[in-house]
């Protein structure tokens, strides 16, 4: 019977830990015509993993789908808006989960990805979750600045694994600082 | 009152919309990174000691290898023998040194450099190293963006050397210029995008001045021009020079420009 309960509740934590990115808006800084936002949009087709990008060339706001939920590089959407010569305003992921616990400077694992929550209450969320990523070179000069005085661990400034994480790091993995 | 504040704030909002695509001066932006463009720029000038004009054509190729570094190379060509002739080699290397984006705006250097070779015989005090002259330039140019209306200065030190088999002046004592330009660009369509088919119309009004170190002599000239974007690919340029105010000693004063450019995105790998 115990072991019954120990499977049920192995069962309910995995199911808490699953989510899949069905999709990401980027917003690009720097630019306002058609021309400048076409290199982007032509820029990021360069990655073999997405699917479709649909533009709209008045916010400078591109949507992404990909191929492989499991395989999205967030990083490299940002160095590909970069190399067309812009920034990265904005960037939020829509990710499909279920019981998913958050908590303020914790970190949750999705889709082979590690996210260190930030700005947030302690809640479960389900559903479709709009997580906005707040690392440096995700957002205006200006947002990041007001985001760096929300915290003093040092994770933040890297984007890495850091002293300052729980679990304490085994070796310098990429985390990604988002909040709703 | 109300309705008069909010005409002009209407007013303001969709007026202000443009561009830093320029038709005489290149901005401190680049084109995205691993890019190609190819440039046909086409210059009918008048003549100002016999009223003809000529014609100067300047193919160009347009490399971005990086995101911070831009290279063009240009023939120059005219008809001023009679028919069309290779008259020189134009080398022109740019590096943004500065970027703060935010959204619809931005604030950008960058720094260039310009060698040429020409072997046209030289009988004019005005320095073009782009066109005329054997010789070198040097600058920086800086450009804003504030939603869709650009302004870009530059500043750049002219030296020319002697034209290949022709001496410039003697006693070279005119062969250096300082130079400046302020240019303004404006969207003007669409006001509103729906796609990259959508053809895009820009109106440009651009300040070219030069100052001879020598005589202390210059000029002052304006470009306005018009710019459309075919299928956010392809740039047709016409404008029409002309100066303003000057006492340097030159060939041309004024006449019109028509350019005709096309990118090419991730053309290098």
């Given at each position: 019977m115990k072991n019954i309960f120990f499977t049920i509740a192995l069962l309910l934590m995995i199911s808490t830990a699953k989510a899949?990115?069905?999709?990401?808006?980027?917003?690009?800084?720097?630019?306002?015509?058609?021309?400048?936002?076409?290199?982007?949009?032509?820029?990021l087709l360069t990655i073999t993993n997405i699917d479709k990008v649909e533009s709209d060339l008045n916010n400078n706001t591109f949507t992404i789908y990909f191929k492989e939920a499991k395989l999205v590089n967030i990083d490299e959407l940002k160095n590909k808006v970069e190399v067309a010569g812009y920034?990265?305003?904005?960037?939020?992921?829509?990710?499909?989960?279920?019981?998913?616990?958050?908590?303020n400077d914790t970190h949750t694992e999705m889709d082979n990805q590690t996210f260190h929550f930030m700005d947030v209450q302690e809640q479960e969320l389900s559903g479709l979750v709009k997580l906005r990523v707040v690392d440096k070179g995700f957002l205006t000069t200006k947002q990041y600045k007001a985001f760096e005085k929300k915290t003093t661990m040092k994770c933040f400034k890297s984007g890495f694994m850091e002293d300052c994480c729980t679990p304490k790091a085994k070796d310098k993995k990429r985390i990604y600082h988002v909040t709703l | 009152m109300l309705k008069y504040r909010l005409f002009w704030v209407l007013?303001?909002?969709t007026s202000t919309s443009a561009q830093e695509l320029f038709v005489v001066t290149e901005p401190a932006s680049n084109m995205p990174a691993k890019s190609i463009g190819i440039r046909m720029a086409n210059y009918f000038m008048q003549i100002d000691s016999s009223l003809k004009t000529s014609y100067h054509a300047m193919p160009e190729i347009m490399i971005a290898p990086t995101k911070n570094i831009m290279l063009h190379a240009a023939i120059v060509s005219s008809n001023q023998k009679g028919g069309l002739h290779?008259?020189?080699?134009?080398?022109?290397?740019?590096?943004?040194?500065?970027s703060i984006d935010d959204v619809h705006k931005h604030f950008r250097m960058a720094a260039f450099g310009r060698w040429s070779t020409n072997n046209t015989p030289v009988h004019m005090d005005e320095i073009s190293i782009q066109m005329h002259n054997s010789g070198y330039e040097l600058g920086t140019v800086a450009t804003g963006l504030l939603h869709k209306t650009a302004i870009s200065s530059s500043l750049y030190y002219q030296k020319a050397k002697n034209n290949?088999?022709?001496?410039?002046?003697?006693?070279?004592?005119?062969?250096?210029?300082?130079?400046?330009?302020?240019?303004?660009?404006?969207?003007?369509l669409p006001k509103t995008y729906t796609s990259y088919r959508q053809t895009n119309f820009n109106v440009m009004l651009e300040f070219i001045g030069q100052v001879n170190t020598g005589n202390n002599k210059g000029f002052l000239d304006v470009v306005?021009?018009?710019?459309?974007?075919?299928?956010?690919?392809?740039?047709?340029?016409?404008?029409?020079?002309?100066?303003?105010?000057?006492?340097?000693q030159r060939d041309f004063s004024q006449g019109f420009i028509v350019k005709l450019e096309y990118l090419f995105f991730n053309a290098l790998k």
């Open positions: 899949q990115i069905t999709k990401i808006d980027l917003q690009a800084s720097g630019l306002t015509c058609s021309m400048c936002n076409k290199s982007i949009y032509k820029s920034k990265v305003a904005n960037l939020w992921l829509y990710t499909q989960v279920e019981k998913l616990g958050v908590k | 007013f303001i909002s290779v008259e020189g080699l134009s080398l022109y290397a740019k590096y943004r040194f500065l290949v088999q022709n001496k410039h002046h003697t006693d070279f004592r005119l062969n250096k210029s300082i130079n400046y330009s302020l240019s303004f660009g404006q969207l003007v306005p021009s018009i710019q459309a974007i075919f299928n956010s690919v392809a740039r047709l340029d016409i404008g029409f020079r002309k100066q303003l105010t000057g006492n340097l």
